[in-house]
C-alpha cells in the first residue's frame, strides 16, 4: 500500500557497490526504448546532453536510436531528449544551461526528459529557476520526489520508471496505493450504528449549511454509521432538509454532542468567529478529530493525545505560517514539515499531489491527479471521509491517507467535466466496495 519515492542521495545509496557504466547502459536503453514506444512515427531527434552521468545516459539513448535508423539532428527534431541535468542537481541551474532549458522548451517539439526534467529538485519537486517541460520522463529504478510533488510533478509530464537492476532502498518519502484502502473496517455483524463509527459535524452556520451537508453525507457514504451535526440555530431547519439521515444539535451544544461521536469534524461552514469554541473542543474532547476550513482560522497550537488531523489547502496553511501562498505552492515539503512542527499533528496538504505528514514520520504523498476536483466543496467531502475513518479507530495519517486515496477514485469515478461534490459523495460506496 506505500511504494517508494526516492531522494537523490537515497538513489545514490541504492546505485552503491554497482557498476556505473552497466546502469548507464541499461537507463539509455530504457530511454531509447520508451522513445521508439511513444513516438513509432519520429525519425529525428535532438540531445541535450550535460557532462554528468545523465549526460551520459542520454548519450547511451542516443546511440541506441541511431542503430534503429534515428538521425540527430539540431534543428527541427521530432523529438527533443534532455539529458541536462540528473537527480543531484541543486540550485538554479548556470546561466548556459539556463539557456539550453529555454531553446528545449521553445522547440515545439515533444520532451522526453531522462530521469527528471532538468531544473526540477529531485528531492523535493522545488523548482528555483529555468526548468524543462516535459511530455514523458523515464525515470530510472523508482519515482523521484521531485516526480510526485509540485511544481515537479507538473513538469514531468507522464512518468515511466525503468528497471535498471537495482535492489529496493528503504524512503523516506512513500507514496500511496489503492491498497490502503484494505485498513478500513468494513461493518461487522454485531456492530450497531455507533460501533460502526460516529461522527460530529460542527459547522453549517447560514448561508455554508452546504458544507456541513456535504461533510455529513461524505461520512455516511464512506460507511460511518451515525452522523450528528452541530449547528447554528438559524441554520438547523435548513439543514433538516439537506440532509435527512443526520442527527441535528444547536451548535451550543457541540460539547454535549460530542459524547456520543467517536470523530469529530470541526469547520465545514462554521464561519470565522467560532475560535473559542474549535479551541473547546479541541482541548475538552479525547476525540479523534479533523480540522478544516474555518476551524482553520487563526489556529493557534493545541496539546492533544487524540488522532489529530489538519487538512489546509495552500492559502490556509500560508496563513497558518504566516507566508505566502505562493511560497506554499513553490515549497510544499518545507511548508509541511513546519506544519507538522508546529502543530504537533497530522497535517494534510490538498493539492495535486496531496502531501501527509506526521511528527517522526516520513511524509505520504497521494498523486493520481484528478483535476476535476478542482470545484467548490470537495475540500468538505474529503473532512467527512477522514472523520468517518478516524470514528472507525483507524490511525491519523493512515485514515488521511486512505481518505485522500477514496476521494481521487471517486472522484475519477464521475464526469471529467462538470464534476460536483455531490459525484464524489455518490462514488463513494462503489470505490470503497472494490477494496
Known amino acids: 500500500m506505500l511504494a517508494p519515492l526516492y531522494t537523490s542521495e537515497e538513489m545514490k545509496a541504492a546505485e552503491a557497490g554497482h557498476d556505473v557504466f552497466a546502469l548507464m547502459e541499461r537507463a539509455g536503453l530504457a530511454v531509447a526504448e520508451e522513445a521508439l514506444r511513444r513516438f513509432p512515427r519520429a525519425r ?10 545523465n549526460g551520459g545516459d542520454g548519450t547511451i539513448a542516443a546511440r541506441f536510436l541511431e542503430e534503429r535508423g534515428w538521425r540527430q539532428v539540431g534543428d527541427g527534431a521530432e523529438l527533443v531528449i534532455d539529458a541536462l541535468l540528473g537527480t543531484g542537481i541543486h540550485g538554479p541551474p548556470r546561466e548556459d544551461i539556463a539557456a539550453a532549458i529555454a ?25 528555483e529557476g529555468a526548468a524543462v517541460r516535459a511530455e514523458v520522463t523515464v525515470t530510472m529504478h523508482g519515482p523521484k520526489v521531485g516526480l510526485a510533488v509540485g511544481p515537479g510533478c507538473f513538469l514531468a509530464g507522464d512518468v ?3 528497471d535498471i537492476g537495482l535492489e529496493p532502498h528503504e524512503t523516506k518519502y512513500r507514496f500511496v496505493t489503492r491498497d490502503i484502502l484494505r485498513l478500513v473496517p468494513r461493518k461487522r455483524a454485531q456492530d450497531n ?19 456541513a451537508t456535504l461533510a455529513a453525507r461524505a461520512a455516511f457514504r464512506a460507511d460511518a454509521g451515525y452522523v450528528a451535526i452541530a449547528a447554528p440555530a438559524d441554520a438547523l431547519q435548513t439543514l433538516e432538509t439537506l440532509v435527512v439521515e443526520a442527527v441535528k444539535r444547536p451548535l451550543e451544544n457541540a460539547l454535549d454532542a ?11 461552514g462554521l464561519g470565522r468567529e467560532q475560535k473559542q469554541l474549535v479551541r473547546r473542543l479541541l482541548d475538552e474532547t479525547d476525540l479523534p478529530a479533523v480540522v478544516d476550513a474555518d476551524a482553520l482560522f487563526e489556529l493557534e497550537p493545541f496539546e492533544r493525545a487524540a488522532p489529530t488531523v489538519l487538512t489546509p489547502h495552500s492559502g490556509e496553511l500560508a496563513r497558518l505560517l504566516g507566508e505566502e501562498s505562493t511560497w506554499v505552492d513553490a515549497h510544499r515539503l518545507e511548508a509541511l514539515r513546519r506544519a507538522v512542527d508546529r502543530f504537533g499533528c497530522v497535517v494534510l496538504l490538498k493539492g495535486a499531489d496531496t502531501l501527509i505528514g506526521a511528527p517522526g514520520e516520513g511524509v505520504l504523498v497521494v498523486g493520481d491527479n484528478v ?4 470545484t467548490a466543496g470537495t475540500g ?13 479507530g483507524i490511525g491519523a495519517q493512515e485514515a488521511a491517507a486512505a481518505a485522500a486515496v477514496a476521494h481521487r ?10 464534476l460536483i461534490a455531490s459525484d464524489v459523495i455518490d462514488a463513494l460506496p462503489g470505490c470503497l466496495a472494490q477494496s
Do not use: M, W
Not at 529525428?44 to 552521468?53: D, Q, S, V
Not at 450504528?193 to 458544507?211: D, E, F
Not at 477514485?409 to 462538470?418: F, I, K, Q, S, T
Open 103 to 127: 531553446r528545449i522548451n521553445d522547440s515545439g517539439a515533444p520532451v522526453l526528459a531522462v530521469d527528471i526534467p532538468s531544473g526540477v529538485n529531485a528531492s523535493t519537486g522545488e523548482v
Open 193 to 211: 450504528k455507533y460501533t460502526a463509527g460516529s461522527v460530529l459535524v460542527v459547522g453549517g452556520a447560514r448561508g455554508t449549511t452546504g458544507a
Open 44 to 53: 529525428t531527434f535532438a540531445l541535450h546532453a550535460g557532462k554528468g552521468a
Open 371 to 374: 483535476p476535476a476536483l478542482a
Open 409 to 418: 477514485l471517486a472522484a475519477a469515478a464521475g464526469p471529467a467535466r462538470g
Open 258 to 268: 460530542a459524547q456520543r461521536a467517536s470523530a469529530l469534524a470541526l469547520g465545514p
Open 380 to 392: 468538505d467531502v474529503l473532512t467527512g471521509i477522514v472523520a468517518a475513518f478516524l470514528a472507525k
Open 160 to 162: 515511466v520508471v525503468a
